[in-house]
Nanobody
């Protein structure tokens, strides 16, 4: 059974930082590209960042470029999202997703597995 479990969310003031983690089990982690998405109440799921299965390729949404960094540790079956210079508009549930391909995409429907998410709230 595949499980993705996010952690690291919380309440932070604008300008602050959080490090999100997503621990995977039940799959050969190094075969999967990983993505981070976010969803605010009443809004569609939005692409944030992705990383290829070996960690060589990354891509970011324009709204987070230069502020967020995605990384992975295949020895620990974990993907990370370092979020810096947070803004109130970054407030959302952040979800990680796994795609059984070497390369990720920004399209939610192309991912095979999803976690439950971790709440990030940024106060002004």
């Amino acid at each position: 059974q595949v499980r993705l479990v996010e952690s690291g969310g919380g309440l932070v003031q604008a300008g602050g930082s959080l490090r999100l983690s997503c621990a995977a089990s039940g799959l050969t982690f190094s075969n999967y590209a990983m993505g981070w998405f976010r969803q605010a109440p009443g809004k569609d799921r939005q692409f944030v960042a992705l990383i290829s299965n070996r960690g060589i390729n990354t891509n970011y949404a324009d709204s987070v470029k230069g502020r967020f960094t995605i990384s992975r540790d295949n020895s620990r079956n974990t993907v990370f999202l370092q979020t810096n210079s947070l803004k109130p508009e970054d407030t959302a549930v952040y979800l990680c997703a796994a795609r059984m391909r070497g390369i990720g995409t920004g399209i939610p429907s192309t991912y095979d597995y999803w976690g439950q998410g971790t709440q990030v709230t940024v106060s002004s």
